[in-house]
């Protein structure tokens, strides 16, 4: 038997199963797919797919469905992945171009993800340790408070309001914050967080002594906010999606909704998925591979985005059962995840 006929069989029982949800013959894949040989040779070729561990038998008399190794197989494969129309994609850019923040485009991005592939969305946040520093702008704001804002390269905004207790005067407030925010950008625009935050040490004590105490009160503030977004945070949708699934799921639904709920194993899940990608590309773990409790009977189909090819903040994709249909999801995952960069990246 050929690899290719092998392949071209094992595809066509995979795209039969997902669109069916029933085992799959031999009988059927003749009448539905050219493949150009007589139903014997179908046979044995199934034969020889169950020996080799890519296809199984639910039952007696039943046809044949993929195992996780024949999905594998399956999307290594596959010749491309299948484009999205025109009306799809434009229909993704207005849904996420209305974003007005990042909070804003992580709970569009969550949504849009589950209504188009019918699974379950998992958006990781841009993590503020892999941001840099944009701008911070220091404005008074009436008495002896003022108003501390934190941009980053992600567009994550963090703001505080501070009683600033040592200034003398809310002029003297003023003309002490035009100071710092000049002083502050200069040393931090540009900086990963976690390096900017070891320069407020030193921008303090190089603060003049009639500003020392606001520029302290400013220091803490903004450590604050850079480290306020240190902690990794991802939403999740459509988990609902999940029990429409019906038979797929049906003796591991419970054990997948509760790994959903423990936010700790899917930010586990999302770093080594970015470990397993090169430079936050397409990532698909199928079945067994899922190595965390509860989830060994899924596939997770993920995607990096960022501000650019080199600058991956954060990953999203989709969980579902492993009866799922890659093309189409890979697919929406990638344009997705192009989408939301080029949004970061204006």
């Known amino acids: 038997m050929s690899d290719d006929r092998r392949l071209a ?70 010749a491309n992945v299948k484009p999205m129309s025109p009306a799809e994609k434009r229909a993704i850019q207005t849904f996420l171009e209305g974003a007005d923040d990042v909070d804003d485009i992580v709970d569009r991005t969550v949504r849009l993800l589950a209504q188009i592939t019918r699974q379950a969305a998992v958006v990781q946040y841009p993590s503020l340790s892999r941001a840099a520093v944009r701008h911070v702008e220091l404005v008074p704001v009436g008495g002896r408070s003022a108003l501390l804002v934190l941009i980053t390269d992600s567009g994550r905004v963090e703001q505080r309001v501070l009683d600033v207790r040592s200034a003398a005067d809310p002029e003297s407030l003023a003309t002490a914050l035009a100071a710092l925010r000049t002083r502050v950008n200069a040393r931090v625009v540009g900086k990963r967080l976690r390096d900017a935050r070891e320069d407020l040490t030193d921008l303090v004590q190089q603060t003049p002594p009639g500003d020392l105490a606001v520029a302290a009160e400013v220091a803490v503030a903004l450590g604050d906010c850079l480290t306020a977004g240190l902690e990794e945070r991802v939403v999740i949708a459509g988990t609902a999606n999940l029990v429409k699934s019906g038979a797929d799921l049906s003796t591991s639904l419970g054990s997948v909704l509760e790994a959903l709920e423990e936010h700790v194993v899917l930010l586990r899940l999302v770093q080594e998925l970015t470990e397993d990608s090169d430079r936050g590309g397409l990532t698909v773990r199928i079945g067994a591979e899922n190595l965390h409790l509860g989830l060994d009977g899924t596939s997770v189909v993920t995607s990096g985005y960022g501000t650019g090819p080199d600058t991956v903040l954060a990953r999203l994709g989709v969980l579902g059962p492993t009866r799922m249909d890659y093309p189409t999801t890979m697919a929406a995952v990638r344009a997705v995840s192009r989408y939301v960069s080029r949004i970061l990246a204006q």
């Open 9 to 78: 069989v094992l595809r066509a029982i995979v795209e039969d199963y997902v669109s069916s949800h029933e085992p799959v013959g031999s009988k059927a894949l003749v009448e539905r797919h050219q493949l150009g040989v007589s139903p014997a040779t179908i046979r044995n070729d199934m034969a020889v797919l169950e020996e080799e561990g890519y296809i199984t038998q639910p039952h007696t008399s039943a046809g044949r469905i993929p195992t996780d190794k024949g999905y594998r197989l399956f999307v290594d494969r596959l």
